[in-house]
Nanobody, 118 residues
Framework: QVQLVESGGGLVQAGGSLRLSCAAS????????MGWFRQAPGKEREFVAR????????YYADSVKGRFTISRDNAKNTMYLQMNSLKTEDTAVYYC???????????WGQGTQVTVSS
């Protein structure tokens, strides 16, 4: 089992920045990848970014490419999402997720609200 706790959400004006954190605990030695997803009101949950735990390789949704940066600190078992140039359409609940042993994102955090005002 892997437990995930997100932090860092809040209210920011358009054009501003926020940094989300996701701390993992439990069977972290088995981590294969971690990712960020988001769900806006009335919409389905969507992929935002992913990072492979060993290599550090990253992938982004086109909607956030060039504005968001995913990173990790292996020693702290923590993943980050630096969000710059925020837009109102980035408003959503952001969830972190963990893929243990490459079988898919089976572990999820509780979510943190990000609200971008115009």
């Amino acid at each position: 089992q892997v437990q995930l706790v997100e932090s860092g959400g809040g209210l920011v004006q358009a054009g501003g920045s926020l940094r989300l954190s996701c701390a993992a605990s439990g069977r972290t030695l088995s981590l294969y990848a971690m990712g960020w997803f988001r769900q806006a009101p009335g919409k389905e949950r969507e992929f935002v970014a992913r990072i492979y735990w060993s290599s550090g390789s990253t992938y982004y949704a086109d909607s956030v490419k060039g504005r968001f940066t995913i990173s990790r600190d292996n020693a702290k078992n923590t993943m980050y999402l630096q969000m710059n140039s925020l837009k109102t359409e980035d408003t959503a609940v952001y969830y972190c997720a963990a893929d243990s042993r490459g079988v898919g994102f089976a572990y999820w955090g509780q979510g943190t609200q990000v609200t971008v005002s115009s």
